[in-house]
């Protein structure tokens, strides 16, 4: 069984935003729900990194075990989605996902939030694939179309990887050998240069 | 005192500690994870070239809150380390326990009823009335009663459901069925507050510690022992009740409302931990309220008329309050609070 | 407006995730893969990054029942990378878009804005119909109604004012076809008061690089710098302006062990990616430069070679250099000395090393010295010229490049002809216009004075069509200035906005003065912009509606100087037009229709596209955009897949052997068939092949040093050394004369390589393997320039008041295009009392220029939704600001704006900086009820440039946007 997955990698984001705005693109998820966003951590100092965050679609889904009425299904791809039609809005699965996917299209009081809405890899949900049905509850089936999701499509530097498991882990583990023998060789002639070891944020302007 | 006697206190007083840590472990033993910071890496996925990063992310000392242009609540957050560990706690916890702890409770009262039976009057219904609630109170009881299982109901439908219900009425007919108890229970569930402080109003001036209550205790209300303790208006076991009620209640209103109204921006954390807190009390309340209805129908005779009717017979008072029953024989000079309704004499019989 | 895919089609195979059914379309993971072409999809996202890319599935499924889906090849309208989209089209609605795989720029990647751009197929926020103010009171008007009013306004101000008071502001968002059109239309209404955007971004670079070596662009390209063995970025964010070019610079970086150095007054997005850092303070450039350069002469590292046959007057460059001792450069820019030696080395030992700069250099009153002051570190290093070297000079707009080249600018005809009488002639034969009739239609009589020192002699009759115009960034000073300190018959009385926001650029508070001072304003646009917000007129105003270049179709010329071919995606929304077709009808209502395009077939008052592109191939030989001819460049368009993802060259298929975009120079005609040039003065190919030596634009000698180039010439010239730019009379000399045939003999007599309409004099040369234009050194001197060798001046709104005795600024300038222009009366004036936090500006990745295309796009605009500052801790914490605080920043000139403050250690201390892309507020005032009713964008905010302060460069007019002082106070 394949596992489709997605991994950001962090030495290549650059909180473009793209990822964000392709999925709004392929999917026209409404303003307020963001399927996909960028974190960037240490914003501003040495060390800064992004991350692009969805649906990470779990082998064991938090959101799925705390499902109330068990909207959740995984699918022969392993994507982890979930039946609109079933869906009470409860907001379960956000107190439970570690990574935020969960989005609700409301925000009202007494716990009108909607259906939840999260990344389906862009594989649609339940319904006929590629149907109108689908598309206006649960956005874009690319997989259907044998494509990836849009936002790993998209990312302007190839930072956001998709597809099964074992293939991004395989570009990964690539991208890291270059990185390696590049750290290696730079790392020798850099580290006699004081560079490499970081970025120098003290020169500070005088006035 | 005889040794026979002091034996007994002792039995009751073990009794009595063992409920009382039995109920504290209850309520810890969940919060147990959330004071000793688990490290568990969910293993077994398919390997995740991401992990080291993420981590780096999750162990960090301080809060990792990222920046994102995200407007939503806790879009910074990267990791929601505290999602597995409420996944935890109600899937391993509060849906087991919760189970066992209405299970166990339900069993004891079953148990109880097989062995002992129901509390019989100690003397002959006298046919004599005695107004025990009035009707505003009658009202507010029976209010609060219909708010709280309402609650309750679509509470248990919506932890339970999924096991119990789905099997039955497979997922789409559950879906439905879940869609409208959240809702009922969202919007029902503000007015429980109004309950509460109706109840709290109409109640408390007879709830408050009285002496005696400690002895009622100590001597478990003589369903234990046997012999009546004497009681006032209400009796220890009462004005527990009616304080678990009480603070029980307000904490799932506080809590309940935290959940309800997500607009003010609560973070997921404030919002995963009020959930506990809801769930654990909530369980606690109708554990302990099957207790209540036990005791207010099948266990007590003569007890249900006092909510129904709102009159109880004299050797009803006399036996389980009988200082609430001088109190009232003594303002009773004068005025005509005992009234000789013979239709209701048979009843007290029954 | 709106639709998405509408048709139910239930294929019985569907449900892939069937969860009970292993059939149907439950794939296997092995069949998956082959479906999805994941297999080939992998290769596209491994770290080669190879070209191969993945195939589009056409899944049957994908494509719905009623209308057919229509792809459509087009580029992305937001930055100068030309990212290519595939566009899907259902009935004629814009229902997808697709990332292409195969196009070498991008590789399907997009940005936050390239990622959105299927919202302009269904922005609702549009000006919908031509509208104009009336009593205060946006009303609706007919096409034709607004073409005879404008019109008829514009004639009377021709009239009373003369033809110069009606000034033409174009747009790097045209396509050059547009662009060309345009600069065409300011030169038949008779005045050089034309200008774009490019005056305000790259001007400096333009004009310190093509004096330096000949032509002002970008010299290799984005993905050449997949050789480059060091990146070297200042004065640039990519990660934020031109976020896929970073993925050709990670290419680098992780393939080849490139250090990256980013050097910036801001720890940027960029910065976070960097090797290493240096944080400079804002306007110290020259003296970082300058630094380095002190350290790679001082141990040796200069290429002595290249020196000797390329480079002219590194000698007077040596003396200023030694000036920058590493105990002076740290005192100007703050950046200690293992920091500059650090950099210096690492450049000096990765060659070749690429140089790359955006606005943070450009932007300054010493812009040009800047730019010169970088090529020059590049030719003292060799990288020039060479693969993986260059200066990779990352343009802003889309087509910024192109709208350069075709002169919509106040100081030159299409093609850097300049405003001579011969430039004239030659643009006026190119298009078939009477040079007298065109002569006619300016200003002639134009007062003479004492006033007049630079330009013109004291009683000089100044000629409106040879002197430079009014730019972009200072109409607001020939609306306002003393009609009698202009040199010009009068004021700028109507300002038609033909694609520009006026957020970009500075002094807010008297651009609102010059807007209500105006006779008519005029806005051409698919959006309102704050130019229809800002002023409180209540009349003389009209707002037309352009459609985007999504809604026609045309050439654009990306950074790297390739053309491609967009195509039009769907049909103009709502009542816009094209902007060529607005053009026409009111170059008809003016009188000038027949003239603007009597060579172009006009279809429905549209002229026709391809035939703009063919009367600018047959004039603009200077910079070679002769042999892009439209069928090459659909051509290309159509087969963008065969070109290599480094090398940018086809390899077989029908554009075999050529370069992608035919990145000029693509010299001589269509039908010669150059593959153009994908890296200039790369002498390690013949010129036929993309080769090129360093450009003889400045004679063959001075002060009787030899100019031309010694010893050096691109592989296979016949001149084995440097030689003159080529004329007949060389040709004859050279005995090549009869290489051209007899009609190329009669069109070429009396002609030189840039006015030959034959094309045969750059054929001939380049048969030879010769460089039409010459061989000859670059010079790090430009003896034209107020500083011939680059020095640093300080800002006029320095914070170091202990430099500016040591490093002032100008004189002040009396005449200095049409207008008095202040240097050192500003300067004298001690601010830092008051205002003692440095303000620079930049860009975010969300919003382009001004924003009002962006911030009114759903998808963007919540990504971004209030205008901030950065602040320094510290700052922060002495002026009592804590994170999310309104606050006030106030610039010298006493402009404010209230704006978010954010709280980062992104900026160095006493530094503030703020992005420029809101409008919509001013002063603290929301100008949201405005805008014509449904056309204010989502996102308002501060202009930040509300508060910028005065400040031009000394060549080219820039505005300095980048050093200037603030005081930040709560509000």
């Known amino acids: ?207 | 005192m005889s040794d026979k006697k002091q034996s007994r206190i002792r039995r009751h007083r073990k009794v009595a500690y063992s409920l009382l840590s039995l109920l504290v472990l209850t309520l810890v033993l969940p919060l147990i994870p959330y004071a000793v910071a688990e490290k568990d890496e969910t293993a077994g996925k398919v390997f995740n070239p991401g992990t080291e990063l993420w981590r780096d992310v999750r162990q960090r000392d301080r809060d990792v809150i990222g920046t994102t242009q995200m407007k939503s609540v806790d879009a910074g957050v990267l990791i929601n380390e505290y999602g597995e560990t409420w996944r935890h706690f109600r899937m391993q916890q509060l849906v087991p326990y919760g189970a066992a702890l209405m299970g166990i409770v339900l069993s004891i009262i079953l148990l109880f009823y097989l062995l002992r039976g129901p509390l019989r009057l100690q003397e002959e219904p006298s046919g004599k009335k005695i107004e025990r609630f009035t009707v505003f109170e009658r009202t507010v009881h029976w209010f609060t009663v219909a708010i709280f299982w309402l609650l309750a109901l679509t509470g248990l439908i919506l932890l339970y459901g999924r096991f119990v219900l789905i099997p039955i009425l497979g997922a789409d007919g559950f879906g439905i069925t879940a869609s409208a108890c959240k809702e009922a229970h969202n919007l029902f569930g503000p007015t429980f507050l109004v309950a509460l402080v109706l109840l709290f109003l109409t109640f408390v001036k007879d709830n408050i510690y009285a002496r005696g209550d400690m002895l009622w205790l100590l001597k478990g209300g003589g369903m234990l022992g046997g012999g009546h303790v004497s009681a006032g208006r209400f009796n220890a076991g009462e004005k527990i009740w009616f304080w678990i009620a009480i603070i029980g209640g307000l904490v799932l209103s506080v809590t309940g409302l935290i959940l309800v109204f997500s607009i003010l921006g609560q973070s997921r954390e404030i919002m995963g931990l009020s959930h506990v807190l809801h769930g654990i009390v909530a369980l606690v309340v109708i554990s302990v309220s099957f207790g209540h209805i036990y005791l207010g129908t099948a266990g007590v005779e003569g007890t249900l008329g006092s909510m129904t009717t709102g009159y109880v017979d004299e050797a009803w008072a006399k036996s389980h309050h009988d200082r609430w029953y001088a109190e009232v024989k003594a303002a009773e000079d004068g005025s005509d609070k005992i009234v000789d309704e013979p239709g209701l004499a048979t009843e007290g019989k029954s | 407006m709106k639709l998405t895919k509408t048709s139910d089609q239930i294929s019985q195979n569907n449900k892939s995730q069937t969860v009970s059914a292993g059939h149907g379309r439950a794939l296997s993971r092995r069949g998956f893969l082959r479906n999805s072409g994941l297999m080939a999809g992998g290769a596209a996202l491994a770290t080669t990054l190879s070209p191969t890319m993945m195939k589009k599935a056409k899944a049957s499924a994908a494509t719905s029942a009623e209308g057919d889906t229509t792809e459509v090849k087009t580029i992305c309208t937001h930055c100068s990378v030309g990212c290519g989209i595939i566009a899907e089209v259902q009935n004629g609605v814009w229902t997808g878009q697709e990332p292409a795989f195969d196009h070498p720029f991008n590789l399907g990647a997009h940005c936050a804005k390239g990622a959105s751009v299927r919202e302009h197929g269904h922005g609702e926020r549009r000006l919908k119909y031509p509208t104009k103010l009336v009593n205060g009171k946006w009303t609706k008007i007919s096409w034709e109604e607004a073409i005879n009013e404008v019109g008829d306004r514009l004639l009377q101000i021709r009239e009373q004012s003369g033809p110069d008071s009606v000034y033409w502001l174009g747009s790097a968002k045209h396509s050059n076809e547009q662009a060309y059109l345009f600069r065409k239309f300011a030169a038949l209404w008779g005045t050089n008061n034309v200008d774009h955007q490019a005056r305000i971004c790259h001007s400096t670079t333009v004009a310190g690089v093509a004096n330096t070596w000949g032509y002002g662009a970008m010299t290799n390209s984005y993905n050449d710098i997949h050789n480059s063995k060091a990146i070297l970025i200042i004065g640039g964010n990519p990660s934020e302006a031109h976020p896929v070019s970073m993925q050709h610079v990670f290419k680098a970086k992780e393939e080849n062990n490139a250090p990256l150095i980013v050097i910036d007054p801001r720890f940027t997005r960029t910065a976070s990616h960097a090797d290493h850092f240096m944080r400079i303070r804002p306007g110290s450039d020259v003296a970082v430069i300058w630094g380095m350069i002190w350290h790679i002469f001082k141990n040796g590292w200069e290429d002595k070679e290249f020196i000797r046959q390329r480079v002219y007057g590194l000698d007077e460059v040596r003396q200023e250099v030694a000036k920058w001792t590493p105990e002076e450069v740290e005192r100007v820019s703050g950046v200690p000395e293992e920091q500059i030696y650090t950099a210096a080395k690492v450049m000096a030992d990765h060659r070749p090393g690429t140089f790359i700069w955006c606005m943070g250099g450009t932007q300054h009153t010493i812009g040009n010295n800047n730019t010169r002051a970088y090529c020059t570190f590049q030719l003292v290093l060799g990288n020039m010229g060479v693969a993986g070297g260059g200066t990779n000079i990352f343009r802003g707009h889309d087509n910024v490049q192109g709208a350069t080249d075709f002169g919509v600018l106040s100081h030159t005809l299409p093609g850097y002809y300049g405003l001579s009488d011969g430039a004239w002639k030659h643009w006026a034969k190119v298009w078939d216009v009477d040079h007298e009739w065109i002569a006619e239609r300016f200003d002639k009589e134009q007062r003479a004075g004492e006033y007049f020192g630079e330009e013109g002699a004291d009683d000089k009759i100044i000629n409106g069509m040879n002197s430079k115009g009014i730019p972009v960034s200072r109409w607001i000073d020939g609306v306002l200035e003393d009609k009698n300190n202009i040199a010009q018959r009068d004021n700028v009385r109507a300002m038609v906005f033909w694609g520009h926001a006026p957020n970009s650029q500075t002094r807010g508070v008297e651009m609102k003065k010059a807007f209500e001072q105006l006779d008519t304003l005029v806005i051409i646009d698919p959006y309102p912009t704050v130019s229809a917000v800002m002023h409180d007129r209540t009349d003389g105003v009209y707002l037309l509606p352009a459609c985007t270049q999504f809604e026609t179709y045309g050439s654009v010329t990306a950074s790297n100087r390739s053309l491609q071919w967009r195509d039009q995606v769907i049909d103009p929304l709502f009542e816009s037009l094209p902007d060529h077709t607005i053009m026409y009808k009111l170059a008809n209502k003016l009188g000038m229709g027949e003239q603007l395009c009597k060579n172009i077939e006009v279809k429905n008052d549209e002229p026709v596209i391809e035939d703009i592109t063919r009367e600018f191939n047959k004039g603009m030989w200077t910079i070679g955009y002769t042999g892009q001819s439209p069928e090459r460049m659909k051509k290309q368009q159509q087969n963008w897949g065969n070109f290599d993802y480094t090398s940018l060259k086809a390899e077989g298929g029908p554009c075999d052997g050529e370069f992608y975009g035919l990145p000029w120079p693509c010299w001589g005609t269509a039908e010669m068939g150059h593959p153009g040039t994908p890296n200039l003065y790369d002498g390690s190919k013949p010129v036929a092949d993309g080769g090129l030596t360093f450009r003889a634009r400045f004679g063959v000698e001075r002060d009787g040093v030899n100019l031309l180039a010694e010893g050096f010439y691109s592989k296979g010239s016949d001149i084995k050394d440097g030689y003159p730019e080529f004329t007949d009379k060389m040709l004859k000399k050279l005995g090549w004369w009869g290489d051209l045939s007899a009609e190329e003999q009669a069109a070429a007599e009396g002609k030189n390589w840039k006015t030959d309409l034959s094309g045969g004099i750059q054929r001939v040369a380049i048969k030879h393997g010769c460089a039409p234009f010459g061989n000859a050194k670059a010079r790090t001197v430009v003896w034209t320039f107020p500083d011939p060798v680059p020095i640093h001046r300080e800002p006029l709104y320095t914070s170091r008041r202990d430099l500016v005795e040591k490093y002032p600024t100008y004189e002040d300038r009396k005449n200095f295009y049409r207008l008095p222009t202040r240097y050192e009366s500003i300067q004298a004036k001690d601010y830092t009392a008051d205002y003692p936090i440095i303000l620079t500006s930049g860009r975010l990745v969300e919003y382009e220029g001004g924003g009002d295309e962006t911030r009114s796009n759903p998808w963007l605009a919540e990504l971004q939704q209030d205008m901030f500052v950065e602040i320094h801790p510290r700052d922060a914490n002495n002026n009592g600001v804590k994170e999310g605080d309104d606050v006030w920043v106030e610039g010298p000139e006493g402009a404010k704006v209230k704006v978010k403050a954010m709280i980062t250690r992104r900026v160095g201390e006493g530094v503030a900086f703020m992005p420029f892309h809101f409008g919509g507020h001013f002063q603290g005032k929301d100008l949201r009820s405005k805008y014509p009713k449904g056309a204010d964008p989502i996102v308002l905010g501060e202009a930040c440039n509300t508060a910028m302060t005065y400040g031009y460069d000394s060549v080219t007019q820039m505005q300095e946007t980048k050093a200037s002082l603030c005081r930040i106070s709560k509000a």
């Open chain 1, 1 to 207: 069984m394949a596992a489709m997955k997605f991994y950001c990698d962090a030495e290549r984001c650059i909180e473009c935003n793209g990822c964000v705005t392709a999925c709004k693109n392929e999917n026209e998820v409404p303003w307020g729900v963001n399927r996909r966003r960028v974190v960037t951590i240490k914003d501003g100092e040495p060390g800064e990194r992004s991350l692009s965050v969805a649906c990470m679609h779990c082998s064991d889904a938090p959101c799925a075990a705390v499902c109330p009425v068990d909207c959740f299904y995984t699918t022969d791809d392993g994507i982890v989605l979930h039946d609109k039609d079933i869906c009470i809005g409860c907001g379960y699965c956000f107190y439970a996902c570690p990574f935020g996917a969960p989005q609700f299209p409301k925000e009202g009081a007494f716990a009108s939030r909607g259906k939840m809405d999260k990344c389906t890899f862009c594989a649609g949900g339940p319904l006929p694939d590629n149907s109108s049905e689908e598309y206006r509850k649960y956005g874009a089936n690319r997989i259907a179309e044998g494509k990836l999701p849009a936002c790993a499509e998209m990312c302007a530097t190839k930072a956001l990887l998709a597809g099964d498991a074992d293939m991004v882990a395989d570009i990964y583990r690539k991208r890291m050998v270059n990185r390696a023998s590049a750290a290696l060789g730079k790392g020798f002639q850099l580290r006699e240069q004081n560079i490499g070891s970081g970025v120098d944020l003290k020169g500070k302007v005088t006035n």
